[in-house]
């Protein structure tokens, strides 16, 4: 029979070999316990990491509240004239909420001339059907002047 000792990973033939070794190279020490409690908390915290990714990445994957109208008021030509750091394009983007990258945007700070050229003097501005709507606009209105439905 072998015998192997724990602490060192040595192997003897006899248990009296076995004894004596222990007496004399491990007298105060005894074989390392594995602990479970630190083995919880890691796996106990990967996976809330997984989940809390997997949650985010399901919510990113929603399509918006609004796909579809702001679909229908792109394909009816209509086109919001605005600017990023304007707080009244941002309210009315914002109503869009995750559907606005599909409307017709087009930021003045980067297209001057165009937006010189349409007569754009206040951000938000809509262009539809040829006219210009200034300002915010409700859903309600949108939908009357392009008959998309909300």
């Not at 070794?21 to 316990?33: F, R, S, V, Y």
């Not at 796996?43 to 796909?67: C, E, H």
């Not at 930021?107 to 539809?128: A, S």
Request: net charge positive; hydrophobic share 30%; proline share 3%.
């Amino acid at each position: 029979m072998e015998y192997r000792c724990d602490i060192c990973n040595r192997n003897f033939d006899n248990e009296e070999s076995f004894k004596q070794h222990n007496l004399a190279k491990h007298i105060n020490e005894k074989p390392k316990k594995i602990n479970f409690k630190k083995y919880f908390i890691f796996i106990a915290i990967g996976l809330t990491i997984i989940l809390l990714v997997l949650s985010i990445s399901n919510y990113l994957k929603k399509p918006g509240q609004y796909d579809d109208f702001a679909k229908c008021l792109t394909e009816k030509g209509a086109i919001i004239y605005g600017n990023d750091f304007c707080s009244y394009t941002n309210q009315q983007l914002n109503f869009f909420g995750k559907s606005s990258k599909y409307l017709n945007y087009v930021k003045c700070i980067e297209n001057t001339k165009l937006c010189d050229d349409k007569g754009v003097q206040k951000t938000p501005t809509w262009e539809i059907k040829g006219e210009m709507h200034p300002g915010v606009q409700t859903f309600e209105k949108l939908s009357a002047v392009t008959g998309c439905e909300i």
